[in-house]
């Protein structure tokens, strides 16, 4: 069984991986000191910061019950380490995916790129036109692990927006995927249409988009 549950403070020590806990996103070292909390203490507040200014920051994926994987996500105005990039946005709003991190094994089972579609749901959810993420070409990803890598973001629908040697901006429209999904209940709807004895009707979501559900004749 798989969840994928809001990331708020009760569930920061369920984060996995190489990155857990991490507060590479969440810091820029001053005069080469970096902040004396712990990690977890830091990330802790970060994510109470988010939330009462935008949300919860991400999603933590539980298999069996058991933390298996993580994505954050976050408005530019929260994130400290992109000024670090040339290619940080300008605009303090751009909403960014910042890390997804599943234990070994987990990735190949199709979960690292479920918390990438569940963020760019959580993002229109917000109202969001689009998600953007800092990645790490090759020769990049090994000087920083906490960084997104650029062809698996590509493979999962990101394309470059502002292109750079190691580490480019890339973005995915999220009314791309409103219409992928809209187009796909269309089909279906045309599809159940030729079948006797089905009669799809329309179901409005909350979001704007609609989808046909399934009723039987009385």
Avoid at 22 to 30: D, L
Avoid at 47 to 54: G, K, Q
Avoid at 161 to 170: I, S, V
Wanted: aromatic share 4%; glycine share 6%; proline share 11%.
């Amino acid at each position: 069984m798989r969840e994928l549950l809001p990331l708020t403070p009760d569930r920061v020590a369920d984060l996995v991986g190489a990155c857990a806990p991490c507060t590479f996103w969440q810091t820029v070292p001053r005069n080469g000191q970096a902040d004396p909390r712990e990690p977890g203490e830091l990330l802790l507040d970060w994510v109470e910061t988010v939330m009462a200014d935008w949300g919860p920051p991400g999603r933590v994926a539980y298999v069996d019950g058991e933390p298996a994987g993580h994505v954050l996500i976050a408005p530019a105005r929260h994130v400290p380490r992109l000024a670090a990039f040339a290619t940080a946005p300008s605009d303090p709003s751009t909403l960014m995916l910042l890390t997804a991190m599943t234990l070994p094994g987990q990735a190949d089972r199709g979960l690292r790129k479920a918390l990438v579609q569940t963020a760019a749901k959580d993002a229109l959810h917000h109202r969001s036109r689009s998600l953007e993420a800092v990645a790490a070409r090759p020769l990049a990803v090994s000087r920083h692990a906490c960084v997104l890598d650029a062809p698996f973001l590509e493979k999962v629908g990101f394309r470059v927006e502002r292109d750079h040697p190691a580490y480019p901006r890339l973005r995915m429209e999220l009314r791309t995927v409103v219409t992928l999904r809209d187009e796909a209940a269309a089909a279906l709807a045309r599809a159940l249409a030729r079948v006797p004895g089905m009669r799809p009707v329309p179901e409005t979501h909350p979001n704007g988009s609609s989808h046909a559900h399934v009723t039987h004749p009385d």
